[in-house]
């Protein structure tokens, strides 16, 4: 279990931070660059959170937490020596990204097939769902460069894949089951 007695630290003041393993990188570097991005979507989804009840609310819930997840993950390098560590790393694992997809099928058979692309927006809760879609793929963009130099768990990258699909259909279904989706008209200002 966590404590956090203190919330300030200063050891940062100088531009780095402490990495899961204690080794310290850049505030900038792409590995916080990719957590950070994790834990913006978690807030997005928050903001979410306020526009909706019941079983959406409670799979978003699971969400945030996968997201926390998700984030202790890719503050970790080296998954290579995770044997050897003190204290076994939490890892992302292929049981959540099936859930996300089992969840994304139970939603897809009642919505119809699109036509057209969609815009962001409609209800309150699919706009912020939209937004948490946009700010998920980012942090998936920011994952997959850090894999290019450094390891990243495959699981972690499939999962935010899986999410951000997750993300779109569960926005449609906030739309009163699509039925109120905002439809790009392609042209229609010119």
């Known amino acids: 279990m966590v404590v956090l007695n203190k919330i300030y630290t200063r050891t940062g003041d100088k531009g780095d931070t402490a990495l899961g393993d204690g080794s310290r990188v850049a505030k900038h570097s792409a590995r916080p660059s990719a957590y950070g991005t994790v834990d913006e979507l978690n807030a ?35 998954m290579e020596n995770d044997a050897d560590a003190e204290y076994p790393p939490l890892r992302m694992v292929e049981a959540q990204v099936d ?15 699109l036509r057209s692309f969609i815009l962001p927006g409609g209800t309150s809760l699919a706009a912020y769902l939209h937004l948490c879609r946009t700010v998920c793929r980012r942090a998936e963009r920011m994952s997959t460069e850090l894999a ?43």
Request: glycine share 8%; aromatic share 6%.
């Open 99 to 113: 859930r996300l997809e089992a969840e994304i099928d139970v939603m897809n058979e009642v919505l119809e097939p």
């Open 148 to 190: 290019e130099t450094e390891t990243v768990n495959p699981s972690a990258i499939k999962y935010l894949n899986r999410l951000s699909d997750w993300f779109f259909v569960a926005g449609r279904m906030a739309n009163d089951g699509g039925k109120d989706d905002v439809l790009w008209v392609p042209g229609a200002n010119r």
């Open 44 to 78: 997005a989804l928050g903001m979410a959170r306020l526009h909706t009840t019941g079983e959406t609310d409670d799979a978003l819930a699971r969400i945030q937490n996968d997201l926390f997840d998700l984030g202790a993950d890719l503050c970790r390098p080296d």
